[in-house]
């Protein structure tokens, strides 16, 4: 599979037009105007998500109209597995914080990039996993009183 940049281009411009349209429209169900103490919450969100959409649509239209890069190549095969080598241990980071919740997340996330990526022995990459994650939780649970997500974990501990 051969990824041109000028696919890329239309790629990432469709993506920031959507993100752009969805922050518009999500703002709309705050407010979009003025009260008499201000601007209400979805204002500034409102304008900044049209102007990421407005921008998106015009990038995507530039790059379609110049068709520059057309056959320029995006990336290529040696430099697209360092990427997903890089890239999916952070995505499984996000499904496993979403599952399983922040602490356990970063714990197994810091585990396998200092073991598979940084060469450090299992015992040393799981003690800097658990020891950074009982680190974050010191300072935000502890310290700052700011809960973070714990997932399932949180009524099995009785945490809160």
Do not use: C
Not at 21 to 48: C, K
Not at 89 to 113: D, E, K, N, Q, S
Not at 139 to 157: H, Q, S
């Amino acid at each position: 599979m051969v990824i041109r940049r000028f696919h890329m281009e239309l790629f990432v411009a469709g993506l920031t037009a959507l993100a752009g349209a969805v922050t518009t429209f999500g703002s709309l169900e705050l407010g979009v105007g003025w009260t008499e103490s201000g601007p209400e919450p979805g204002y500034f969100p409102f304008y900044i998500g049209l102007l990421l959409a407005v921008l998106g649509l015009y990038n995507g239209a530039h790059a379609a109209i110049a068709k520059r890069g057309d056959a320029e190549l995006f990336v290529e095969k040696r430099h697209a597995i360092r990427l997903a080598r890089f890239g999916g241990p952070m995505a499984a980071f996000v499904v496993v914080t979403i599952l399983l919740g922040l602490y356990v997340g970063t714990a197994l996330y810091l585990f396998y990039v200092a073991w598979r990526q940084g060469g450090y022995r299992p015992l040393l990459s799981a003690l800097i996993g658990v020891g950074f994650s009982l680190a974050l939780f010191a300072v935000f649970e502890l310290t700052f009183k700011v809960p973070l997500l714990k997932g399932p974990l949180e009524p099995l501990f009785g945490i809160y």
